[in-house]
């Protein structure tokens, strides 16, 4: 979606749609983790059978979640991660109302993050802080995924990826001072 470089940092932030879909499911079927990823805001509405979380679900959505979202950052555009059996099923099922729910999480992502909201470049905040402090950061590359979930959720997910929450982008200032402390001295 966006990049940001300079030297000697570069800051890349992307939408999901497969992690959004894939975190909807957890929420509409009741699996349990990631840890420190809160329930999807808004939630799909969804039409979800209450006995479709058969043998395996949980297992399975975290083998589709694990594909879906990797810590190394080595995820990219192509073709859809769908999970396996027993959630295939319930994407198939949901899948356009899945795709609407999204769309509009990523144009909030858009609003959130654009240039005509006069916000403050990363690029930017980080240059002044350096020269305020004196202090040139090391060198540093990150991959931010914002996912749609509730709360001011800034949360490492290993290697150089971060997830943060739409509610967090929103909220500029407090998205730069959270970055700049994960890879400040």
């Not at 992690?19 to 349990?32: C, E, N, Q, S, V």
């Not at 509405?45 to 058969?54: C, M, S």
């Not at 043998?55 to 399975?60: E, F, L, T, V, Y």
Request: glycine letters at 10%.
């Amino acid at each position: 979606m966006t990049a940001m470089s300079g030297a000697p940092w570069s800051v890349s932030l992307d939408y999901s749609h497969d992690a959004a879909f894939a975190l909807a499911i957890r929420d509409a079927l009741g699996i349990a983790g990631p840890p420190g990823l809160p329930p999807v805001a808004p939630p799909p509405e969804l039409a979800v059978d209450p006995a479709a979380p058969a043998d395996g679900a949980g297992a399975a959505w975290r083998h589709w979640w694990d594909r879906v979202l990797p810590s190394t950052g080595q995820g990219g555009p192509g073709a859809p991660v769908l999970p396996d059996a027993p959630l295939d099923r319930v994407v198939a099922e949901n899948f356009a109302a899945l795709q609407v729910w999204s769309a509009a999480r990523k144009r909030e992502v858009a609003r959130a993050t654009g240039p005509g909201r006069a916000v403050p470049r990363i690029r930017d905040f980080l240059r002044e802080h350096e020269q305020a402090t004196g202090v040139r950061l090391a060198g540093f590359r990150l991959d931010v995924t914002a996912l749609p979930v509730a709360g001011s959720v800034f949360l490492p997910l290993g290697g150089d990826r971060i997830a943060v929450s739409i509610a967090l982008l929103s909220d500029r200032a407090e998205y730069l001072r959270r970055i700049l402390a994960h890879v400040g001295p």
